[in-house]
């Protein structure tokens, strides 16, 4: 059984940072991509970071670049996502997920998630 459980949300002002962890169990976790994504309510599912397996590539969605750090460590199962400069507007629920072998952009590519994380950003 695969599990994933992201850590590392709450409340932070404008301007803050955070640092989201996603722990993987139950997955043989180098040949995994990792994914971020976050979704706001009433809106879909956005791509915010992901990684490859060996951590080698990685990319990020536009609304984030230059102010999110997505980065793993194989040898803890865990990926993270360093949350700099924030804005009201990364207000949402943040997700890990994981695809085996090959990165992507698009949420349903991924195979397994974790439950959330809420992330609130306050002006």
């Known amino acids: 059984q695969v599990y994933l459980v992201e850590s590392g949300g709450g409340l932070v002002q404008a301007g803050g940072s955070l640092r989201l962890a996603c722990a993987a169990s139950g997955l043989t976790f180098g040949s995994y991509a990792m994914g971020w994504f976050r979704q706001a309510p009433g809106k879909d599912r956005d791509f915010v970071a992901t990684?490859?397996?060996?951590?080698?590539?990685?990319y990020y969605g536009d609304s984030v670049e230059g102010r999110f750090t997505i980065s793993r460590s194989n040898a803890k199962n865990t990926v993270y996502l360093q949350m700099n400069s924030l804005t009201p507007e990364d207000t949402a629920v943040y997700y890990c997920a994981a695809r085996a072998l090959l990165h992507s952009r698009s949420p349903s590519d991924y195979n397994f998630w974790g439950q959330g994380t809420q992330v609130t950003v306050s002006s």
């Open positions: 990684i490859s397996g060996s951590g080698s590539s990685i």
